[in-house]
């Protein structure tokens, strides 16, 4: 008698539900159920209200604090595992906790490796995620990472809009990599700027590295927090020169007054993705889905077929 692969079942956590939708729709799926029971300390208990023996799953899940996120991925991590899923995938749009991947000064935790470890002793057999903080952050799984890249989204919408004179940069010496690699698809200049922090989230001095003088530019990073750093540089471009100043972030944190921010500021558009749910919708934020990204990947994955055209740059 010859064994049938069933078909995969997709969940989702608490704070990513709207995400987990659009991709179970995108993929031609519902989405499975999930209760979770609260105590009054706060302590809660997920539990998968159907059958998920056998079969693969994926747990659709972005962990950007607070803990509550980790904490709910993990839980439901482990009672996929206890539950007999024959393979279970975190999908994790935004990898939270990526900042702290290595010691940048004595007594302080690599946090990115601790939520590595606590994903795969949880249960997860492969995790699907997207622009992560630090390239390396892959090394520190032992389990198969696929690292998607929202260039696949951002690309096609930046072509679409019709720019002269582009220019790509970069909001810190970090993210020179990323921005080399978009000029060079779009086949445009590279300008970046130069920041020394007071402490976290505090930018004390900015120089910028390049002529912005009459270009539209395009300022890319993996994420925006406080908006302090994409404000201060697009004010600073818009006194050299430029013409407009948009930004590209894949993963729209958008804490504290990041909103106030952004709209004082010379920004014409911050264009991010939905990995992360945003509070409240703005003129000048535009918000592409990553639903069919995550949706053809995790069916890649299923039937294993290649996901290397995902892979832009």
Not at 153 to 158: M, R
Not at 240 to 257: F, K, M, P, Q, Y
Request: some cysteine; glycine content about 6%.
């Amino acid at each position: 008698m010859s064994y049938q692969v069933p078909e995969p079942k997709i969940f989702a956590c608490t704070q990513s539900i709207e995400l987990g939708k659009k991709i179970a729709a995108s993929y031609g799926a519902e989405l499975g159920k999930i209760q979770f029971s609260r105590y009054s300390d706060g302590e809660f208990q997920p539990s998968f209200e159907e059958s998920i023996r056998g079969t693969r799953i994926f747990i659709i899940g972005s962990t950007n604090p607070s803990s509550e996120n980790l904490m709910e991925m993990l839980l439901m991590l482990d009672a996929a595992k206890r539950a007999s899923a024959r393979h279970i995938t975190a999908v994790m749009p935004y990898f939270g906790w990526a900042r702290q991947d290595r010691k940048d000064k004595p007594r302080v935790p690599i946090a990115a490796k601790l939520v590595a470890k606590m994903l795969e002793t949880a249960g997860a057999t492969r995790i699907i995620t997207m622009d992560l903080h630090a390239d390396q952050i892959q090394g520190f799984f032992e389990k198969p990472v696929d690292h998607l890249f929202a260039s696949t989204l951002f690309l096609p919408y930046l072509k679409g809009l019709n720019l002269d004179n582009l220019c790509i940069a970069s909001p810190d010496m970090g993210g020179s990599k990323r921005a080399y690699a978009y000029s060079k698809a779009l086949e445009c200049d590279v300008v970046i700027c130069y920041k020394q922090r007071a402490k976290a989230n505090v930018i004390s001095h900015m120089e910028l590295i390049g002529d912005v003088q009459g270009k539209n530019v395009i300022l890319v990073d993996d994420m925006v927090d406080t908006a302090g750093t994409l404000t201060k540089a697009a004010d600073l471009m818009m006194e050299r020169g430029a013409e407009s100043v948009r930004a590209v972030t894949t993963h729209g944190l958008l804490s504290g007054n990041a909103y106030e921010k952004i709209e004082k500021s010379k920004l014409t558009e911050l264009i991010i993705t939905d990995s992360i749910p945003i509070d409240h919708k703005q003129n000048k934020i535009k918000v592409l889905s990553c639903a069919d990204l995550f949706a053809d990947v995790m069916h890649r994955v299923h039937h294993n077929t290649s996901i290397s055209s995902k892979f832009l740059m």
